[in-house]
C-alpha cells in the first residue's frame, strides 16, 4: 500500500519590490524630484497625487536620507532599465581563469622545457599561472631546488606576464603566481 502525503499549500510570496512604491511609502513628508517637477519637499499625500497627474508612480530612491528622497517616474520602465545596466555590466566583467603547472623539485630539462611552453600559451590567452612545485616525501629537503626553478619559469616569462606572487612554501606545496601582461 501507498503512503498517502498530505498536500500543505505553500505560503504564497508577495512579489516584494526592492523600492517603495506609492502607497508603500511610509515618511510623512519627501524630497521629491523628477523630470516635469518642481523640486522640494513635500507630504506625501500630495506627492502621490501629483505623480498621479502624470500616470507616473512615486519611488522611494533613497530611504535612508532625511527626508526620504522620492523620484516620480514610470516604476516599470525605471526596474527593465536597470535590470539591462545590470546585464550589460556582467556581461563587462572579465573572468578570470587560472591555469595551473606542476612541477617536481628534480623536473628534467625537457620536461620542464614543455611546461614553460604551455605557460607562455596561457598568459597569451589571457590566463593566470599558478606554477607551483610539489614535494612528494622526502623531497621536501629540496626545497632550494624548487626555488630555484620557480624564479627560473618567471625569469623566462618576463616577456608573458609578471610575477603576482613570489615562490611561497604551503605545506609541501611552493606555489608562484603570474599574471599576463595586459595587451596594449
Not at 32 to 61: C, S
Not at 132 to 148: L, P, T
Amino acid at each position: 500500500m501507498a503512503i498517502r502525503r498530505r498536500f500543505r499549500p505553500q505560503p504564497r510570496r508577495e512579489n516584494k519590490n526592492p523600492h517603495n512604491i506609492n502607497e508603500k511609502i511610509t515618511a510623512p513628508s519627501i524630497r521629491l524630484v523628477g523630470d516635469n517637477v518642481e523640486v522640494g519637499i513635500y507630504p506625501i499625500a500630495k506627492a502621490i497625487v501629483l505623480a498621479e497627474e502624470q500616470g507616473l508612480d512615486l519611488v522611494e530612491i533613497s530611504p535612508k536620507a532625511d527626508p526620504p528622497v522620492c523620484k516620480v517616474i514610470d516604476y516599470k520602465k525605471f526596474l527593465y532599465e536597470q535590470k539591462k545596466r545590470e546585464k550589460v555590466m556582467k556581461a563587462k566583467a572579465t573572468k578570470v581563469i587560472i591555469k595551473e603547472i606542476r612541477f617536481g623539485p628534480n623536473t628534467d630539462d625537457h620536461d620542464y622545457e614543455f611546461k614553460k611552453k604551455h605557460a607562455e600559451k596561457f598568459l597569451k590567452d589571457g590566463a593566470k599561472l599558478k606554477a607551483y612545485v610539489f614535494f612528494k616525501g622526502r623531497s621536501i629537503v629540496y626545497k632550494d631546488k624548487g626555488e630555484i626553478l620557480l624564479l627560473k619559469l618567471a625569469q623566462e616569462l618576463e616577456e608573458f606576464g609578471k610575477v603576482e606572487q613570489m615562490p611561497r612554501l604551503e605545506g609541501k606545496r611552493m606555489t608562484m603566481f603570474i599574471a599576463p601582461k595586459t595587451k596594449k
